[in-house]
Nanobody, 124 residues
Framework: QVQLVESGGGLVQAGGSLRLACAPS????????MGWFRQAPGKEREFVAT????????NYADSVKGRFTISRDNAKNTVYLQMNSLKPEDTAVYYC?????????????????WGQGTQVTVSS
């Protein structure tokens, strides 16, 4: 069984930066395609970024392109989401997700494992 533990959320002013981390247990991150999703109050969970385990290809939501970067450090068994130029509309609970398949898919249905989420709040 794979468990995902997120860290790094918090409160930041608009224009600031945060880095989220996700460490899987039960399976090494190099064998998983990793993704980040977020859910704001009253809204559905939405895709943010993903990184394929096979070729390292990435996908980003249009709303975060150029501001967020997903990366992985397999030596530390950790996946990161670097978030720069944060906006109040980025406020949400951010979830780490993992799938065994290789495709860097944006669909929540394709992910097998989910973390508990970490709150990110961006003040204006």
């Amino acid at each position: 069984q794979v468990q995902l533990v997120e860290s790094g959320g918090g409160l930041v002013q608009a224009g600031g930066s945060l880095r989220l981390a996700c460490a899987p247990s039960g399976r090494t991150s190099s064998t998983l395609t990793m993704g980040w999703f977020r859910q704001a109050p009253g809204k559905e969970r939405e895709f943010v970024a993903t990184n394929s385990r096979s070729d390292g290809s990435t996908n980003y939501a249009d709303s975060v392109k150029g501001r967020f970067t997903i990366s992985r450090d397999n030596a530390k068994n950790t996946v990161y989401l670097q978030m720069n130029s944060l906006k109040p509309e980025d406020t949400a609970v951010y979830y780490c997700a993992a799938r065994v398949g290789t495709a860097a898919t944006m669909s929540t249905r394709e992910y097998n494992y989910w973390g508990q989420g970490t709150q990110v709040t961006v003040s204006s």
